[in-house]
């Protein structure tokens, strides 16, 4: 028995092909997606990078504070980084104490103070081998003392407080983070 032959229209075919084209659709869109998650999460890590790196060089600067301290002496700061690290040198090395906080007002505060070589220095960890892809920088700035007795103070003895203040960039060069602290230290 011979059967004829009919005639085919292709629906087989068209339905493999809109199939094919809805996989596609698919895996595309699932790419971009997993693209954009791998983008915000190198952001990220980005940006924890800097806050890291700023908050060690916001310590190193608390350290030097306290190294100062320790010898019995303190620091009203400097206009400059340059010559308050070179007036401190004999004591504590790399120490940048300014004699006015930045900070004082926003207009101040939105600066680019730690690009500027007068009024930060860089972060070089307390061994001195810190490496980043971008240095952190930081300072030091008097803020005030607690001590009324005049004698005392004339005696460069007291309890002084200083702000701490460093920023660091991603390794993206995107926007600087930037961490502070007050400190208190007292020279009996």
Not at 80 to 96: F, M, W
Not at 140 to 166: F, H, M, N
Request: hydrophobic share 40%; proline share 2%; charged share 20%.
């Amino acid at each position: 028995m011979n059967r004829p032959r009919q005639k085919q229209q292709g629906a087989a075919l068209l339905v493999a092909l809109i199939m094919l084209l809805l996989i596609t659709l698919l895996a595309s869109a699932s790419l971009r997606d997993s693209t954009l998650q791998n983008r915000l999460s190198s952001g990220v890590a980005e940006r924890q990078h800097a806050a890291n790196a700023a908050e060690s060089a916001v310590r190193e600067g608390e350290r030097r504070l306290q190294a100062l301290a320790n010898t019995g002496v303190s620091s009203l700061g400097d206009g400059n980084c340059s010559t308050s690290i070179g007036s401190l040198a004999a004591r504590v090395s790399n120490l940048c104490v300014l004699g006015t906080d930045r900070f004082a007002n926003s207009s101040a505060a939105g600066s680019d103070w730690w690009t500027a070589n007068t009024y930060a220095t860089d972060y070089k960890g307390s061994d001195g081998a810190a490496s980043f892809a971008s240095t952190p920088r930081w300072n030091t700035a008097y803020i005030g003392t607690s001590t009324t007795d005049l004698e005392t103070l004339q005696q460069g003895k007291g309890t002084y407080y200083y702000r701490v203040s460093a920023a660091a960039k991603a390794d993206g060069k995107r926007f600087p983070v930037v961490r502070q602290s007050v400190y208190r230290i007292t020279v009996q």
